[in-house]
């Protein structure tokens, strides 16, 4: 327990929930209009607005917002003068004395508490009354600013992990560029389409959703946003045996690359590598393994081919590829004898990287204590 003063949220400080722009009223030019997905980094994607609005909405760089609808996160805009979009928090320092990197870190903590009680079906968030009544400690503004030395330089540690992490992703892309060339102009090796060498199979919903197929399931169930070029060993939802047999998805095995085909944001084109049995909805391509290619090969190309992929959907608002669009994607098929060499050298990167991961998820485990003791008082 703190030995801190304790407070409301609703009392700390004032928070200007954003405005309802409309799709109709987007341009490209003017003031961005600051979205959710522009501050998790999930679409690069800028909107703009050119008509007068309520200075309330007006963001500036320095302040401190808070997503609080389908995704939850607190960020201190660091970019021009923007215009904040619904479902965003301003917050306004006009009530209690509150350093803004210590009031990001409390926040942080406390966001990952209330999304166990999020509620709404397509789109999950925090009612404002729940929100106010948040309690939080009002520890001496110097005290606050130690806490904040002290999780900014536990911070800094985890991002440095982080970072070598991301190098030997890009040492894997260096040697493929080194062993191939480039991906996809190629006069070494040839290319074929996928469907030559392999199926590709997309999963299905059940027509009736109901509640039965997803208590108590135990068959992997996997969703586009579960896929980041990353390697997936289990899903977030599991589907039961009766909620797959009155679908059209089926189970794909182990070494089987999802695609994603669906999706907002940089969702679409996004992959994983399955590492376990899993199914999933008619929104992923499942390029089944097989004999003629090396599966991790296979993998990484694609990785490599995001944008093209992603470049490749057609549709209006949202575009989208079609299982025929990945069936005919073209990929580089150098000897069968090089691909494994390629996939050797992955192996050994990803040992290097399991090792990082495992100090990183030791470093993140640390930190949460550490904010814990902070906050408790426990440490100043």
């Not at 691909?339 to 640390?366: G, I, P, R, Y």
Request: glycine share 4%; proline share 4%.
């Amino acid at each position: 327990m703190s030995k801190w003063e304790m407070v409301r949220l609703g009392d700390a400080a004032t928070f200007i929930n954003g405005y309802a722009f409309k799709p109709e009223d987007w341009v490209t030019e003017g003031l961005p209009i600051i979205r959710i997905q522009n501050l998790t980094g999930s679409s690069d994607v800028i909107n703009y607005y050119n008509k007068p609005c309520d200075t309330r909405y007006m963001v500036d760089n320095g302040d401190i917002l808070i997503s609080w609808s389908a995704s939850l996160g607190v960020y201190e805009w660091t970019q021009e003068k923007a215009l904040l979009n619904q479902h965003i928090f301003k917050v306004v320092f006009n009530k209690l004395q509150y350093d803004k990197r210590f009031f990001m870190y409390i926040i942080d903590q406390k966001l990952s508490e209330m999304s166990a009680v999020t509620h709404g079906s397509t789109m999950k968030h925090i009612t404002k009354k729940y929100f106010d009544a948040i309690i939080i400690p009002l520890p001496p503004l110097e005290t606050q600013q130690k806490i904040a030395d002290v999780l900014d330089r536990a911070s800094a540690l985890i991002e440095k992990r982080k970072a070598q992490i991301e190098k030997l992703d890009l040492l894997i892309k260096s040697q493929f560029i080194e062993m191939f060339g480039s991906v996809h102009q190629n006069n070494v090796y040839p290319y074929t389409p996928i469907k030559t060498f392999t199926k590709v199979v997309s999963g299905g919903t059940p027509e009736r959703d109901t509640e039965s197929y997803w208590e108590n399931g135990t068959i992997r169930w996997v969703k586009t946003t579960e896929l980041r070029n990353s390697k997936l060993s289990d899903t977030e939802e599991k589907i039961t045996q009766k909620g797959l047999e009155n679908s059209s998805a089926k189970i794909v095995p182990p070494e089987t690359i999802l695609i994603a085909m669906y999706g907002q944001g940089k969702t679409r084109g996004m992959t994983a590598l399955l590492t376990v049995e899993a199914t999933t909805n008619q929104a992923c391509a499942c390029i089944l393994p097989c004999k003629d290619i090396n599966q991790k090969f296979l993998w990484h190309y694609l990785m490599l081919s995001y944008d093209k992929l992603r470049n490749m959907a057609k549709g209006g608002n949202q575009p989208n590829l079609n299982g025929d669009m990945i069936k005919n994607f073209n990929v580089l098929m150098p000897p069968f004898s090089l691909q494994t060499q390629f996939a050797d050298f992955v192996n050994q990167v990803e040992a290097q990287k399991s090792l990082l991961q495992q100090s990183l998820e030791k470093l993140e485990l640390n930190y949460k204590s550490l904010m814990q003791k902070c906050f408790r008082g426990d440490l100043f």
